[in-house]
């Protein structure tokens, strides 16, 4: 299989019932099996995070439990004259990539309540700038 230069960024989207969990799924398969890189960060940009099952990855939390968590935190914070975005990056770096044998993995979730996911797409979009220039495989599914 040809596989471009790296890196090689692949995002996957569409409607509900589309089959976007399986062709992920079945995309990740292909690249685990005819690269020999160990490099790949998958990340599950829906709010419904369905891709953990399907792949077998247990995950403890999501960037939006993460940044819910923070933004609870953030009024304590002040006090203490930290960098919020380094701080908010750090939690996520730790509470949130598993790390399995042949890839890492992200899930975005969603904040708590309904409605606009404005905050947590904008903090997924900050933390991917820095997390993409670690791989040379990005697999995302929005």
């Known amino acids: 299989m040809f596989l471009p230069k790296r890196?090689?960024?692949?995002?996957?989207?569409?409607?509900?019932?589309?089959?976007k969990t399986v062709l992920t799924a079945?995309?990740?398969?292909?690249?685990?099996?005819?690269?020999?890189?160990?490099?790949?960060?998958?990340?599950?940009?829906?709010?419904?995070t369905n891709l953990p099952q399907v792949l077998g990855v247990s995950i403890n939390k999501t960037i939006g439990d993460v940044a819910e968590e923070f933004r609870k935190k953030l009024q304590r914070l002040d006090n203490f004259g930290f960098e919020k975005s380094a701080?908010?990056?750090?939690?996520i770096v730790r509470?949130?990539?598993?790390?399995?044998?042949r890839f890492d993995f992200i899930a975005m979730g969603r904040g708590e309540g309904e409605g606009c996911y404005c905050?947590?797409?904008?903090?997924?979009?900050?933390?991917?700038v820095k997390l993409i220039k670690h791989y040379s495989v990005v697999l995302m599914y929005i």
Do not use: M, Q, R
Request: proline share 3%; hydrophobic share 45%; glycine share 6%.
């Open 7 to 19: 890196p090689f960024y692949v995002s996957i989207s569409g409607k509900g019932g589309t089959g």
């Open 26 to 48: 079945l995309l990740l398969k292909v690249l685990i099996e005819e690269s020999a890189s160990d490099d790949i960060l998958v990340v599950d940009a829906d709010p419904a």
């Open 87 to 91: 701080l908010l990056e750090y939690y």
């Open 95 to 101: 509470d949130c990539i598993v790390e399995t044998e």
């Open 119 to 128: 905050y947590v797409n904008a903090v997924l979009s900050e933390i991917l």
